[in-house]
């Protein structure tokens, strides 16, 4: 079993950043690929980022927020971050972060272990 906890969520204007943190307990952090997905009200929950198991992983992001955000790790502390930069309102949702065996994806029914959640707003 592995648990996740994130954190980092907040209220920010358009424009602005923030840094949202994943922390991992439970069974060995380095064994697991982790992804950020993110759902806003009345949507299907979308992905993000990903980063494969080792620490300095490859990367995929989808493509609204590729050269905005960036996903990273460190291994040593169990946590998986995501830097979110140039926000925009369409980025206002609940963002997941989420781990599974072997090499990272895309699609959120691959990962086996999810955390609650954290509510990013961002405002005009």
């Known amino acids: 079993q592995v648990q996740l906890v994130e954190s980092g969520g907040g209220l920010v204007q358009a424009g602005g950043s923030l840094r949202l943190s994943c922390t991992a307990s439970?069974?060995?952090?380095?064994?697991?690929?982790m992804g950020w997905f993110r759902q806003a009200p009345g949507k299907e929950r979308e992905f993000v980022a990903t980063?494969?198991?080792?620490?300095?992983?490859?990367?995929d992001y989808a493509d609204s927020v590729k050269g905005r955000f960036t996903v990273s790790r460190d291994n040593a502390k169990s946590t998986v971050y995501l830097q979110m930069n140039s926000l925009t309102p369409e980025d206002t949702a609940v963002y997941y972060c989420?781990?599974?065996?072997?090499?990272?994806?895309?699609?959120?029914?691959?990962?086996?272990?999810w955390g609650q959640g954290t509510q990013v707003t961002v405002s005009s």
């Open positions: 980063i494969s198991y080792w620490s300095t992983g490859s990367t």
């Open positions: 989420a781990a599974k065996y072997g090499g990272w994806a895309r699609t959120y029914d691959e990962y086996h272990y």
């Open positions: 439970g069974r060995t952090f380095s064994s697991y690929s």
